[in-house]
């Protein structure tokens, strides 16, 4: 079981340091776009979560699985470039 969650551990520090760089293209949404209805784009997410289901079958692993885990992701980075987005506007 150690090793197990060595093996666990390990990927965590590769698949966060991963979140962190996607959470960077969060920000710099934030900076680029011009409105704030504009942070939530329901067909992108659409298409994202698509991508993800099919990286998903490719890589043998359950669909709903990435299906469950991209929903939370995308919705947790709308919320963040949306704090972003107010942050940088509250005092314009
Ligand atoms: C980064 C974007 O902003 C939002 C975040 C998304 C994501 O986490 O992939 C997808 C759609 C947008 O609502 C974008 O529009 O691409």
Redesign the pocket.
């Known amino acids: 079981m150690a090793e197990v969650r060595a093996g666990v551990d390990a990927l965590d520090r590769k698949l966060v340091a991963l979140l962190a760089e ?1 959470l960077r ?2 920000a710099a ?1 934030a900076r680029i ?1 011009p409105t704030r209805n ?5 067909a ?2 659409a298409q ?1 979560i698509a991508n993800a289901r099919a990286l998903a079958a490719e890589h043998g692993m359950p669909v709903d699985i990435a299906d469950a885990i991209y929903e939370a ?2 919705e947790t ?2 919320a963040y ?1 949306l704090g972003l987005f107010d942050a940088a506007r509250e005092n314009v």
């Open positions: 996607r293209y969060m949404a776009k504009l942070v939530r784009d329901d992108r997410k994202v992701l995308v980075c709308i470039e």
